[in-house]
């Protein structure tokens, strides 16, 4: 037999957490990681350019888009499958991190190793540096496999997220193969992608696509700064059919959301404390937006707990979890305002 006839190698892990055991019946939500990470948190009191930086470990971690995800959805009281890849030693070490977490997975294995990232916290400044290299190189039929197997994967599960980069070597319209695949399963896609990967999805069309400002200004060529920027393109994503709802954040403004009925602009929360890194904000949003919807919640209200949880999770540091209790105190401070034409009401 040929490699690339070959089954992909797989390896899943199923766990039933004490945090998510309280989830009940709620539906399960698959993520999708192509380029998963290693996380390594380092901590220096002061970054110094001479000589040599002391530091400690502060976690290891398995990282990546999708993986994040999962993580939160459970901490919000979800079931989520993350699947993901894996390769090389690293790949070993991920799927060892996902088992002791408790996090129920499907690996397909790939030939290249699994890349590691690093962050590192200066503790007297508070901030967060977050270095990340492009990861491994992947052949056509490790693509082939993981839509194989995703495909598989996704049973019963009414959402499947798939966030982050691609890995070299895929196309750039492989998001596009997904969000086929993900159709005809009978499930809705939600993308949380950037640069060529997001535009090579456009064509297609997926169920909601989350942008930041960065993403939006890539696909606008213009400058997102505030909500009538993030309209402009919400409305041109709706109306050529690059997604059925439109979710753009704006960092401390907070996000508009955008269907057939209209826009609705979300003012993030005044912070409690000090903000101490925006590192995983974004699977936060997308994690307490997709736990909502999967709850059977409207986009606006699942979006506005998005807007809560990316506010708490950004007072904790590097890439350390949010706290869930603070994230739904703030859930009560995200003001609404609906917008249809000229017309808006405040919430």
Not at 38 to 52: I, N, P, Q, S, T
Not at 78 to 102: I, K, S
Not at 130 to 139: T, W
Not at 327 to 343: E, G, H, I, M, P
Request: charged content about 20%.
């Amino acid at each position: 037999m040929s490699t690339a006839a070959m089954p992909a190698p797989i390896t899943t892990r199923t766990t039933d957490s004490a945090e998510g055991s309280g989830s009940g019946t709620r539906p399960s939500i698959l993520t999708l990681t192509m380029n998963p990470t290693v996380d390594l948190c380092w901590e220096v009191g002061r970054l110094e350019g001479v000589g040599k930086n002391r530091a400690r470990v502060r976690s290891v971690a398995a990282g990546g888009g999708g993986i994040n995800v999962a993580r939160h959805v459970v901490r919000l009281g979800g079931r989520a499958t993350a699947f993901h890849t894996a390769g090389g030693e690293v790949g070993l070490r991920l799927n060892r991190l996902l088992d002791e977490e408790g996090v129920d997975h499907v690996a397909v294995d790939i030939d290249d190793e699994t890349r590691e990232a690093l962050v590192l916290f200066e503790a007297e400044s508070r901030r967060s540096y977050h270095i990340v290299p492009p990861g491994p190189q992947l052949h056509d039929r490790d693509g082939r496999r993981c839509l194989d197997v995703l495909e598989r994967a996704v049973g019963g599960c009414p959402y499947v997220v798939a966030s982050g980069s691609l890995p070299g070597g895929l196309p750039d319209d492989f998001y596009a193969s997904v969000a086929r695949r993900i159709r005809e399963a009978g499930s809705r896609l939600v993308l949380d992608t950037s640069g060529p990967a997001l535009r090579g999805v456009l064509a297609e069309g997926v169920f909601l696509l989350r942008c930041n400002r960065t993403e939006a200004e890539s696909l606008t060529g213009q400058p997102v700064r505030g909500f009538d920027d993030a309209r402009a393109l919400n409305e041109h994503l709706l109306t050529t059919g690059a997604a059925e709802i439109a979710v753009t954040t704006l960092g401390e403004l907070g996000a508009l959301c955008s269907t057939g009925h209209g826009h609705t602009e979300l003012y993030a929360p005044p912070l409690p404390g000090e903000p101490l890194s925006d590192a995983g904000a974004g699977d936060s949003m997308v994690a307490a937006l997709i736990t909502q919807l999967a709850a059977g919640e409207d986009p606006v209200s699942a979006c506005a707990l998005g807007v809560a949880t990316a506010a708490a999770a950004m007072l904790t540091p590097s890439t350390e979890p949010f706290d869930p209790d603070v994230a739904r105190s703030l859930r009560s401070q995200v003001r609404t305002r609906f917008q249809t034409d000229a017309r808006r009401q405040d919430v």
